[in-house]
């Protein structure tokens, strides 16, 4: 039944394990995760937006009690502290010219390992692409185990569909997600958008969402391009 009333509120985001949809497109990355021992400790994970590389941390994090921070926060942290147990580091190549953050972040790198502590960092692009200034901190991540979410398959981009669906608390027939996976950008931030803009129609039109006005929507999106 479509919402009655246009409210733009926001989607509250499932980050359990149960509502990770796992395909080939993401299977090794998932593995790795869930290995919790990597080589030298740590991991590298990396993927394009919306791949699910902060739902994977925030699993991670789940079965290891592990601390997630966004590493431009690092500069309000305390090191030694979150040296004390596992640590997720989201968001590294923000960090890219940066030179007093990515000393904290070398800080933390040392100081976790030699804790005997596991730490996982994630970005988009490959490490080799952080163009991380500081040569012994880009070093450090040039040595982690790397692993990478890929692009979506037609599974993987059908069940990301529905869960942002589900997380703006919306349920439009399968027919809906079937041909936006045929018919859409193959993207996971193609995906976000796309849900987005079908919730605001919806809510501004009063009205369910159907295939039809997913034909309407991308039609639009193809003639303004």
């Known amino acids: 039944m479509a919402r009655q009333l246009s409210f733009d509120?926001?989607?509250?985001?499932?980050?359990?394990?149960?509502?990770?949809?796992?395909?080939?497109?993401?299977?090794?990355?998932?593995?790795?995760?869930s290995a919790r021992i990597w080589p030298g400790g740590k991991l590298v994970l990396t993927g394009p937006a919306g791949a699910g590389k902060t739902?994977?941390?925030?699993?991670?994090?789940?079965?290891?009690?592990?601390?997630?921070?966004?590493?431009?926060?690092?500069?309000?942290?305390?090191?030694?502290?979150?040296?004390?147990?596992?640590?997720?580091?989201?968001?590294?190549?923000?960090?890219?010219g940066d030179d007093a953050r990515q000393a904290l972040l070398f800080h933390l790198h040392n100081l976790t390992l030699a804790n005997g502590h596991p730490l996982l960092l994630t970005g988009r692009a490959a490490?080799?692409?952080?163009?991380?200034?500081?040569?012994?901190?880009?070093?450090?991540v040039d040595a982690a185990q790397h692993v990478a979410l890929d692009p979506p398959d037609d599974a993987l981009l059908g069940a990301v569909l529905a869960k942002l669906f589900v997380d703006r608390q919306l349920s439009p027939g399968p027919e809906v997600i079937s041909y936006l996976v045929k018919h859409m950008d193959r993207s996971f931030e193609a995906a976000a958008r796309t849900v987005a803009a079908l919730d605001r129609i919806a809510l501004d039109e009063k009205r369910d969402i159907t295939r039809?006005?997913?034909?309407?929507?991308?039609?639009?999106?193809?003639?303004?391009?």
Request: no cysteine.
């Open 9 to 33: 509120l926001p989607a509250m985001t499932a980050l359990g394990r149960e509502d990770f949809f796992v395909s080939p497109a993401n299977a090794l990355a998932v593995a790795m995760i």
């Open 55 to 96: 739902h994977l941390a925030h699993v991670w994090a789940s079965e290891t009690g592990a601390r997630i921070i966004e590493a431009t926060a690092l500069v309000e942290a305390d090191i030694p502290e979150l040296a004390a147990g596992p640590v997720a580091v989201e968001d590294v190549p923000l960090l890219a």
């Open 212 to 225: 039809a006005l997913a034909v309407r929507l991308l039609s639009t999106q193809a003639g303004a391009a």
């Open 127 to 140: 490490p080799g692409f952080w163009d991380l200034s500081l040569p012994d901190l880009q070093s450090r």
